[in-house]
Nanobody, 115 residues
Framework: QVQLVESGGGLVQPGGSLRLSCAAS????????MGWYRQAPGQQRDLVAT???????NYADSVKGRFTISRDKAKNTVDLSMNGLKFEDTAVYYC?????????WGKGTLVTVSS
């Protein structure tokens, strides 16, 4: 089993920045990819960004150039730096990990972009 705990959500004005962090624990040795998804009210859960153990990244078109995903292997964390936040970025952000056993999800952290 893998446990994922997110932190760093909150309220921010349009154009502002936030940094989300996800700490992984448990059977982390088989994880080959980690990332962030988000779910806005009444919407499906969508990919935001992923990063593989090799450091390859993938971003949703809507966040390219504004969000950056990074991973600290020593600390077993994956961070999401979000700049230029927009109203439409408001959502619950979920940390995600994949291993040979299966997908894992955190409980989520709320990001609200509002003036």
């Amino acid at each position: 089993q893998v446990q994922l705990v997110e932190s760093g959500g909150g309220l921010v004005q349009p154009g502002g920045s936030l940094r989300l962090s996800c700490a992984a624990s448990g059977n982390i040795f088989n994880i080959y990819m980690m990332g962030w998804y988000r779910q806005a009210p009444g919407q499906q859960r969508d990919l935001v960004a992923t990063i593989t153990v090799a450091g390859n990244t993938n971003y949703a078109d809507s966040v390219k150039g504004r969000f950056t995903i990074s991973r600290d292997k020593a600390k077993n964390t994956v961070d999401l730096s979000m700049n230029g936040l927009k109203f439409e970025d408001t959502a619950v952000y979920y940390c995600h990990a994949r291993s040979g056993v299966g997908p894992y999800w955190g409980k989520g952290t709320l990001v609200t972009v509002s003036s």
